[in-house]
């Protein structure tokens, strides 16, 4: 294929659109005024024979870029799908003739919508070209796991099965985590009744002896650089010594902190006899199997009471917001090591909801029931010594009453906090090339937005997304285990084996370019004009996903495969320099300025609609569908995110005579539903400036509003469209039409 | 206070729950109740119990031996058996309630005034002389249960239904001259006597 | 359908809802090659007929939209609707999977213009919203359905209606003569994601399911809260189409139940709660919701969602499994009766409405599994070396939330992918 540009712009007819709109006008636009070079029409573009007819002109004539005047984007994706060329969809039927009712008065705004769909479809593919990788990978497929604990170990052995190579970096001196610390484990099998070995011993062993996994007992990672696929980490030892290794993924596998109750006065956990369930599993393995005994003095423990949620699920002063998750069954396991060594000794487990879901959760519940141990519904009052081990003095819930009693050792569940390592949204970032190692970080990114990962609620970097819990703010590097949300070792096992599943994928993924979700596969990078750039670090700074890193000269260095391609740096850019292969400044801006522009005095306004692909454009498609009617004024651009919006595409509508501009974006704020996390909340902020530029034109501040869209919004999201254009109605054409 | 209750004290101190288990029918259930309460909510009687069966459960974990023990509320127990069908856990409430009244019995504990009991110990009497039960007998116990006075003005309320039943011969006056009997009378009470022995021989187990 | 490629470096995923499509994904973002099998004529699966997602509150069509989207970019995924596994044979690395297709009677054609729908008159109850309303025998199954592809009832087949959509379709996508076929795929592994289905609610019967008209579950109150649900977003009496304002919540509705379901099904509370916040969401402070449970299992970090909806004065809290409901003929309303086992308070309730948070029995059941893996009481498929490389993924595994459910999927992508790449020779 030759490097000339070919345009082909193809019109379907089918789905009514042949009924309703004049097809042969359309291709007379493009022709003449878009200046495709091949310009066809067919009934039925998606067909077998349509498919094969804009193949033969890709094979035969050279046709390199495709205009697709049919229905959305998102239908018939797999019929419109060519290689190796530039596409764009001009969407005349959800996006036309399905809001737009079929009557006489309606045809003459209906047949211009769709012409002006045609030429921005056509001016789009012309400015766009068809993206190719970087080559900056360098071929890492190696995982470096930090942390050696369950969620580590199995996250190793995971992805050593499936062939990569791992090293994991351990701080302490040996494997096993909080794991190894315990006697035994939550039954993770069929019929759920007693606990489990916990298996560590056996995970250490297979470690060990496999040669695709590295083991650095004693250190840190002391510096993290890079990206996906090229990876590079200094491990430090204890004693100082220091190598840099090659990655291609990082998992983070931290773990956890057993929370500090001791300045909960109420829990009394000065007390020698009340302790925690870490301690008690101390005493259960120094006890082997034998009677466990008080730490006091060393009595066999005859009767222990656990108290769940102790310092947890509170907004009170030193309490953690959360449930940790695990401690309910905990607490039953630690009940049965009593139970299963001596039936008489009487264990007491005092709760407030009890928390054993799922088929192994309620089944366990009941082995604890059938051994004897007590469940009562309570609150601690105060537990106190007792002068011969502890009391506790409870509210029972059930009998409605205040009870004291009496117990040889009390056990708090007291909760997990996360071993996140920096919070970089609180402390100072590092003036770029300069990077001090922190002890206190977990990798020691060298990043321009911090050294850790982000983190996301109660010091967790957990995901933000439901149907997306491996979603990531640094792209190739996976948190798992406890450090991400509070997990039990069984879901911590499925966790990290799914984290592996991540880290392979995203090293894998980023030697071929292709981005990682929401955008996957997409092999497009942004880049910038060096010699237009001034500095200002907008793009360094509002990333979402700490992509870009500032280099020794201060220009952005983009980061491709941290990269989650969607154009937030674009739209902060306030010199218009950084643009994508695929999605820029001026294939956007080509649509807006090659429009058809009615005379003022037409009354026909024009509303430009940024809408974000992910949300807001599903919406209105699905108004279609329903059959929804908006505003034939409206001429509807899908952006990646709201947040690639360049104030530019706004100023320049308006100065072409654009009449308004409505901007949809996703959800931001703390329930934040953007799939780029910030991008929506960039936008606003952006659009929220916009008064000035009105102001210097003398245009109304109502000309241009933004808004949260869902994409459920199929009503709201044309309503907003049709509110814009009774606000036009309202106070007038745009008096910069030409 | 019994003997056999003393050395129940005795052997189980605090530990109520095992007590249940190792004496109650069905006792070994009490704790795998998880106090949803559905027993409770089901039981057609309910409101008259001062205590419902999943309460009685958590007093038995909390070691309210007295108060369980002597309390009216198993006795309210109909044997209706819709706690049974309900309880997601399986309990078998209804003969765990039969268990308790009857341990608390044996212990001397039960109320000594609680009308059920006295009406089970009546017709337990009744049934067992004869094999049968005397209707007639029966009923004007349970009329004079609480004194003469209220027996009477229970006869007269209830005389209409009791001239039903004679009119339709499902009650003789003859009854209270002897009354009809099973034909091997002597056969059942060596059958009840086995049985005493059985079970005053397991009680003397405790007390010994 | 015998262009469908396979080999034992193939991973089959069987179940199209959230768990089955991000397990499939996962794997072919991977690079591997995967078939995406569902019973189904649309991928999405329950997920899709939720209004919301727990404790975000956001729409699970969103995530809908990017999995979709990601399906239609991957080459290395094929997608097989209305699919059925009838048997497998063979051993980890190496399976013969035989797959039962049902007939669409819609071929690839079809551009979703709908013209047939407008054709046809015999309307059926509607799945998507589990019979609260009505879709016509030539049907979209939903607004986002991928394949976005018109399906015919069969039930038409053969009748006058079938004819008139073969008529109004112009594009010759309608397909009367299609039967049903029979293939046979080679795989290396298979993922098992056949997810759940709601408990029959009309087995528990003091609960009154299937006698009153104003207790109904909460799968079916889901599809009433959403905007584009049977209702329009709005929470009606079926007796008599009033707004229902003062909402019971029954939680355990077959869960945790010896008579019904063993196991906890998880989901439960969390989406109780969520449901309670629709109350407010349509009435503000004239809705009221009652939440009866035994625990409330708002487990780990979204516990602070309990504790919000608990801030609401309008949403309350009994300590009850509830005993019985019982009509009251006069207002429609159905009658609570139990007992507030946090001292002991016996009541006796009217609420407009009742809704019963049923639990999640797994979809296939222990004795019709195609394919021979351990299973436990309950009915999920337990972890174990003897399943060889059939791998479980989200509620097949356990009774899961869609988070876990997610992360399962993931989990059990790697596992096959292991499998492949054993059978590919490419391990370390």
């Not at chain 2, 052997?11 to 027993?39: H, I």
């Not at chain 2, 029966?138 to 007269?156: D, P, Q, S, V």
């Not at chain 3, 995923?13 to 078939?35: D, F, H, N, P, R």
């Not at chain 3, 399906?71 to 999977?97: C, F, I, Q």
Request: aromatic content about 8%.
């Amino acid at each position: 294929m030759s490097d000339e540009k070919k345009t082909g712009c193809y019109i379907c007819k089918g789905c009514g659109i042949g009924e309703r709109l004049n097809t042969s006008q359309m291709a007379t636009i493009a022709e003449r005024e878009a200046r495709a070079n091949i310009v066809r029409e067919h009934d039925f573009l998606c067909s077998a024979e349509g498919v094969a007819m804009i193949q033969n002109d890709i094979d035969n004539e050279g046709v390199n870029h495709i205009a697709i005047v049919a229905c959305s984007r998102r239908a018939k994706t797999e019929a419109f799908n060519f290689d190796g060329v530039a596409i764009s969809r001009g969407n005349i039927r959800e996006g036309v003739i399905w809001v737009r009712p079929d009557t006489d008065e309606a045809q003459e705004t209906t047949q211009e919508m769709a012409e002006d769909y045609t030429r921005m479809a056509v001016f789009e593919v012309n400015a766009m070209n068809v993206p190719k990788p970087s080559g900056e990978a360098e071929g890492q497929t190696n995982i470096l796991i930090v942390g050696g604990g369950l969620s580590g170990m199995t996250a190793a052995i995971e992805a050593s099965k499936a062939g990569y190579k791992c090293t994991i970096v351990e701080k302490s001196g040996a494997l096993g985590g909080h794991a190894a610390q315990a006697w035994k484990r939550i039954p993770q099998h069929a019929p759920y009744k007693d606990p489990e070995d916990t298996g560590i011993d056996e995970m250490i062993a297979a470690i060990e002896a496999d040669p695709n996994i590295e083991v650095c007992l004693n250190s840190r990672v002391t510096r993290t650089s890079g990206a996906p696929g090229r990876f590079s980490a200094d491990i430090s030892t204890e004693s100082g010594d220091t190598k840099t290794e090659n990655f291609g993924a990082i998992i983070q596998a931290s773990g956890y902190t057993d929370h500090d109750v001791s300045h909960i006065d109420k829990l009394g956990y000065g007390n020698a006899d009340v302790i925690t369930q870490a301690e008690l599993e101390a005493l259960a393995r120094e006890a082997n199997g034998g009677p466990i005994k008080r730490p006091s003095d060393g009595k066999e423990v005859a009767n222990v009471v656990f108290i769940q949620c102790a310092g947890q699920r509170s907004d009170e002063e030193g309490h953690l917001p959360y449930c940790s998750g695990h401690c309910c069954l905990t607490s039953i396991k630690q009940a049965m090591y009593f139970k299963d060594q001596n039936p008489d000794i009487d264990t007491t487990i005092l709760y407030d909801d009890l928390r054993t879901p799922g088929a192994g959760g309620e089944d366990f519940y009941r082995s604890g029931q059938d051994k004897q141990v007590i469940f009562t519904k309570g609150a601690v009052n105060q537990i106190s010594s007792s002068g011969n081990g502890a009391k506790v003095n409870f509210k029972d819930r059930i009998l409605d009453e205040d009870v004291e009693i009496e117990a040889d050792l009390v056990v708090l569940a007291t909760g997990m906090v996360p071993n996140s390592g920096v919070n970089i949204d609180e402390v100072p970032q590092d003036e770029p090339g300069q990077f001090e190692v922190s002890v206190d970080s977990i990798l020691n990114l060298t990043y321009r937005q911090g050294k850790d990962v982000p983190q996301l609620k109660y010091g967790f970097s957990d995901s933000h997304f439901i149907c997306f819990p491996y979603e990531t703010r640094r792209t190739g590097i996976y948190t798992a285990g406890p450090v991400r949300r509070p997990m039990d070792d069984q879901q911590a096992i499925e966790d990290a084996t799914g984290a592996a599943l991540k880290a392979i994928q995203a090293a894998e993924n980023a030697q071929l370019g292709r981005a990682a979700h929401p955008r996957s596969g997409d092999l497009s990078y942004p880049s910038f004009r060096r010699e237009g750039c001034t500095q200002c670090k907008r793009c360094t700074v509002e990333c979402p996903f700490g992509a870009i890193d500032e280099d020794e000269e201060r220009y952005p260095k983009f980061n491709e495969g941290r990269c989650r391609r969607c154009g937030t740096c674009m739209g902060a850019c306030p010199v218009r320099v950084i643009s994508f292969e695929n999605y820029s400044v001026d294939t956007i801006g080509q649509q807006i300025k090659n429009i058809d522009i009615p005379d003022e005095f037409d009354e026909k306004p024009r509303i430009l609609v940024l809408a974000c692909e992910n949300d807001a454009y599903p919406a209105l498609d699905m108004a279609g569908m329903a059959g929804v009617e908006y505003s034939a004024f409206a001429r509807v651009i899908p952006v990646r995110c709201l947040g690639s919006t360049n104030l530019i595409w706004v100023t320049d509508a308006l100065n072409s005579g654009y009449d308004g501009c409505v901007l949809m974006g996703c959800q931001k704020g703390e329930n934040y539903q953007c799939h780029f996390v910030k991008g929506s909340e960039m936008a606003h902020y952006r659009m929220s400036k916009v008064d000035d530029t009105l102001q210097s034109l003398s245009l109304e501040p109502e000309r241009v509003a933004t808004y949260e869209v869902a994409i459920t919004d199929i009503e709201r999201a044309p309503q907003l469209i049709n509110d814009m254009a009774e606000t036009i109605e309202r106070i007038g054409m745009s008096p910069f039409k030409f | 206070m019994s003997n056999m209750n003393t050395a129940m004290i005795e052997k189980y101190r605090n530990n109520f729950l095992k007590e249940v288990e190792a004496n109650v029918e069905e006792g070994e259930w009490v704790k795998m109740c998880m106090q949803c309460g559905v027993c409770s909510g089901s039981c057609p009687l309910g409101p008259y119990w001062d205590h419902p069966p999943q309460e009685i459960f958590m007093m038995i974990r909390a070691g309210k031996r007295e108060e369980v023990l002597s309390s009216s509320s198993m006795w309210m127990c109909t044997s209706c058996y819709n706690c049974i069908a309900r309880c997601p856990r399986g309990l078998p409430i209804t003969h765990i309630m039969h268990g308790l009244a009857h341990y608390a019995d044996r212990l001397g504990l039960a109320p000594k005034e609680q009308p059920t009991r006295k009406f089970a110990k009546h017709f337990w009497d009744n049934l067992t002389k004869k094999g049968r039960v005397n209707e007639l007998k029966l009923g004007l116990k349970l009329y004079f249960m609480n004194g003469f006075g209220e027996g009477i003005k229970t006869a007269m309320k209830m005389k209409d239904v009791g001239l039903g039943m004679w009119k339709s011969k499902r009650l003789s006056i003859g009854e209270l001259w002897g009354g009809h009997s099973i034909k091997d009378t002597k056969g059942l009470h060596a059958i009840l006597n086995k049985a005493r022995e059985i079970e005053e021989a397991k009680a003397k187990k405790f007390e010994g | 359908m015998s262009e469908i490629v396979a080999s034992n470096e193939t991973i089959l995923v069987v179940g199209g809802g959230i768990s089955g499509m991000t397990a499939a994904l996962e794997a072919a973002e991977c690079g591997k090659q995967v078939i995406l099998l569902e019973k189904t004529p649309a991928l999405g699966g329950r997920v899709s007929q939720l209004y919301r997602y727990f404790p975000k509150l956001c729409h699970p069509t969103c995530g809908l939209e990017i999995n979709l989207r990601r399906v239609k970019a991957n080459p290395n995924l094929r997608v097989l609707t209305m699919a059925e596994v009838t048997a497998v044979s063979g051993d980890a690395g190496n399976y013969s999977v035989k797959v039962r297709i049902s007939p669409r009677y819609v071929n690839e054609n079809c551009t979703a213009c709908g013209e047939c729908e407008k054709a046809v008159e015999a309307e059926f109850d509607d799945e998507f919203n589990y019979g609260l309303g009505k879709r016509k025998g030539a049907y979209l199954p939903h607004k986002m359905a991928f394949p976005q592809r018109y399906v015919i009832d069969p039930a038409i087949i053969g009748t006058a209606d079938a004819d008139k959509a073969k008529e109004a379709c112009k594009y010759g996508a309608i397909d009367l003569d299609m039967q049903e076929q029979e293939i046979e795929l080679t795989v290396g592994a298979i993922i098992w994601a056949t997810g759940w289905r709601p408990y029959d609610a009309a087995r528990i019967q003091p609960y009154g399911y299937d006698r009153i008209a104003n207790v109904i579950t909460s799968v079916e109150f889901e599809r009433m809260a959403d905007p584009y649900g049977p209702t329009g977003g709005k929470l009606l009496r079926p007796s008599d189409g009033k707004e229902a304002k003062d909402i019971a919540f029954i939680q355990c509705a077959g869960s945790r139940d010896r008579n019904h379901l063993k196991h906890c099904s998880r989901i439960c509370c969390m989406a109780s709660l969520k449901q309670s916040t629709y109350v407010t969401e349509k009435h503000g402070e004239d809705g009221k919701a009652t939440i009866y449970y035994i625990d409330i299992r708002a487990i780990d970090r979204i516990d602070d969602f309990y504790r919000k909806v608990k801030e609401n004065p309008n949403v309350s809290f009994i300590k009850s499994k509830v005993a019985n409901i019982v009509e009251d003929k006069e207002t429609g309303n159905p009658v609570l009766r139990g007992v507030d086992t946090e001292g002991y308070h016996r009541y006796e309730n009217p609420h407009d409405l009742v809704v019963l948070a049923v639990g999640m029995e797994p979809s296939v059941p222990a004795d019709a599994f195609p394919v021979d893996v351990e299973i436990n009481e309950e009915g999920f498929i337990e972890a174990s070396p003897d399943n060889g490389a059939v791998f479980a993924a989200g509620c097949s595994s356990d009774a899961l939330d869609v988070n876990r459910a997610v992360q399962s999927a993931t989990a059990s992508a790697l596992r096959a992918i292991q499998v492949i790449n054993r059978a590919a020779g490419t391990e370390g």
